[in-house]
């Protein structure tokens, strides 16, 4: 049962669980994560084991499915990044991509659990023409309820994160119950720019050893206070709200030990060509970028599934060993913390991280709206109830 001390989300495609952790880090309680994706399940079980985790295609559920899931209750938010290759701007765009659908349902689920506001995240290419319309017509289904804000784009870099990553986000409230929002709510105010050193420079290299599924290593540095370790890695290293985490990933981060230090093993010839890319400039042949202490990681791609290929995505370049970076290097430059556990294949956690929404990021949105969010229910849901009808009627304006 959900605590009475924290407002409640339902997070759609959810994914490993990027944009929940957020949430939870924002003082929100996950009571549903769905996502149909069972490998995806699996990581977020491991690390929302309060959560109730369906394993379900979001457009079949309907409104019986989440009385049987949650009972009465309402959620006050819900939260969602539906699947965007079909409007990337990196590779093939297909008008006709059955997941650009998707985007429909996750409004249509908006519709269905009637929360108080909600969240969406997906790629720039939604503002394209073409793309823009599809993001208007499902907008449309909810617009005479909500008011909307955006669709805004963000930046990760700007929220704190050692990534460069754009994403559109499209909020929507309930005024009845949500004090008003606008776009420069959502605006980063005085962050401090975090750099591929602050992110990755106390993390140990790969493991030769490669010992247990998940590959866990020891900090060269244990004294979170020494002068090697930035605030950003010493809040990497902390644990978890006792609500969060697997309990062997917590019980180890505590000994000083993280997960997601596999080796990738390249040839001799790759390895010359990787020691040989200066930082901050791409190698020729591959095309991976090679990061600079100094700078910001390229946007972290996620590759296919096994329903498209199972094509791996590129891996930045470490910048002082000649390879790819690790899984918990990637995850550290995306802003998941050290506690948070994958796959214990490399390919899965770089798609999970690669798909997923920056914690950083998700954290800063619900922030803005928690303070906002009315928690006492019996002095909104009465004049709500009497107003909705007439918005329908009259739907309100974006707020841009």
Same mark, same amino acid.
């Given at each position: /049962? ?19 952790? &957020? ?50 209750? #309402? ?36 519709? *269905?659990?009637? =929360? ?7 790629? %720039? &290419?939604?503002?394209? +023409?073409?793309?823009? %319309? ?9 617009? &005479?309820?909500?008011?909307?804000? &955006?669709? /805004? ?10 990534? *460069?990553?754009?994403? *559109? ?18 605006? =980063?105010?005085?962050?401090? =720019?975090?750099?591929? #050193? +602050? ?24 004294? /979170? /206070? ?52 200066? =930082? ?48 918990? %290097? ?71």
């Amino acid at each position: /049962m959900p605590s009475n001390s924290r407002p409640t989300i339902v997070d759609l495609f959810c994914g490993c669980g990027g944009f929940g952790l &957020g949430a939870e880090l924002a003082g929100f309680q996950t009571v549903a994560a769905v996502d149909i994706d069972k490998d995806l399940q699996a990581a977020y079980r491991l690390n929302f084991p309060e959560t109730k985790a369906l394993q379900a295609d979001i457009s079949n559920l309907t409104k019986e499915t989440w009385a049987f899931s949650l009972g009465d209750l #309402r959620p006050d938010g819900v939260i969602g990044g539906p699947p965007c290759q079909g409007f990337s701007r990196i590779g093939r765009r297909q008008k006709d991509d059955p997941r650009n659908s998707l985007i429909a349902h996750f409004f249509r689920q908006v519709a *269905v659990l009637q =929360p108080k506001f909600f969240v969406m995240e997906n790629v %720039e &290419g939604l503002l394209d +023409d073409g793309n823009l %319309e599809n993001l208007e017509a499902a907008l449309a289904t909810v617009s &005479g309820q909500y008011q909307i804000v &955006g669709p /805004m784009v963000v930046n990760a870099a700007h929220f704190g994160a050692a990534t *460069v990553r754009k994403r *559109v986000v499209v909020v929507g409230f309930d005024p009845n119950e949500i004090s008003s929002l606008c776009e420069s709510d959502f605006q =980063p105010e005085h962050s401090i =720019p975090t750099s591929v #050193r +602050d992110a990755i420079g106390d993390l140990p290299g790969p493991s030769v050893q490669q010992q247990g599924e998940y590959v866990w290593s020891r900090y060269p540095v244990l004294d /979170m /206070m020494a002068p090697s370790v930035s605030a950003y890695a010493r809040h990497m290293r902390e644990v978890p709200p006792p609500h969060l985490g697997w309990s062997t990933a917590v019980d180890r981060l505590a000994h000083g030990e993280a997960s997601g230090f596999a080796e990738t093993i390249h040839t001799r010839v790759v390895t010359e060509r990787f020691g040989g890319t200066p =930082p901050g400039r791409v190698e020729e042949v591959s095309r991976y970028p090679r990061l600079h202490w100094e700078g910001l990681c390229p946007t972290l791609r996620a590759g296919t599934g096994r329903d498209r290929g199972s094509f791996q995505a590129m891996r930045p370049i470490h910048p002082a060993e000649p390879r790819v970076i690790t899984v918990r %290097e990637a995850a550290r430059l995306q802003g998941f913390p050290d506690w948070f556990t994958f796959s214990p294949a490399k390919w899965h956690s770089f798609r999970m991280i690669g798909n997923s929404v920056s914690p950083i990021v998700a954290k800063h949105l619900l922030d803005a709206i928690k303070p906002r969010l009315s928690l006492d229910d019996s002095q909104t849901q009465v004049v709500a109830a009497e107003d909705r009808s007439s918005r329908r009627a009259h739907p309100r304006r974006r707020n841009r």
